[in-house]
């Protein structure tokens, strides 16, 4: 045989062998077996953290729907998904990180930054791997200057911010298994 019909032979081979592989990679950095899971569920995260806009639960209960939709083939079901989500915001600080000093000796020094933290408690269940069953905590913060703003002109946009990160990680610490 020629050099070059064997290495078309081998492609051939080789690329056969690797469409017959059950697992499935996407340019989202899933390695989900869609032979086995189908279906995914979140339940509604609690806000147990005592502090936040009153939404919080709901816009990270929809955002963590939304993103597994949007990078997977699964389908949303309402409970008893192959991969099922829940859990609850367990923590929502708010700390000074620099401090300014007024520069008059009669006044207190100020924050120059503040840095809203935010934590979600998550259990994770895979009813095809249980091996994969995992409870964590994920965390992020954000700052921003209280000098020019005040928390209730960005606190939407750093929460949503902060929901985005967290999230990202989640799906990296369930189907991405890096």
């Known amino acids: 045989m020629k050099l070059s019909k064997r290495i078309v032979l081998m492609a051939s081979i080789l690329l056969s062998i690797l469409s017959g592989c059950s697992i499935k990679y996407s340019f989202t950095g899933t390695n989900i077996n869609y032979e086995l899971v189908k279906t995914f569920s979140v339940e509604n995260f609690f806000n147990d953290s005592g502090g936040g806009p009153a939404n ?69 269940v895979n009813l095809t791997n249980e091996e994969e069953n995992k409870k964590q905590s994920f965390s992020f913060f954000k700052d921003y200057d209280p000098r020019s703003v005040t928390l209730l002109d960005v606190e939407s946009q750093l929460v949503e911010e902060i929901f985005e990160t967290i999230i990202q990680d989640i799906f990296t610490a369930t189907v991405a298994n890096w």
């Open 56 to 124: 919080m639960e709901q816009l990270f209960t929809e955002s963590l729907k939304e993103y597994y939709q949007r990078n997977t083939q699964l389908e949303l079901v309402r409970t008893n998904g192959d991969l099922q989500f829940a859990g609850a915001i367990s923590r929502y600080s708010l700390s000074p990180q620099a401090v300014v000093s007024s520069g008059d000796p009669n006044l207190p020094d100020r924050a120059g930054q503040m840095r809203l933290t935010i934590t979600v408690d998550v259990e994770y």
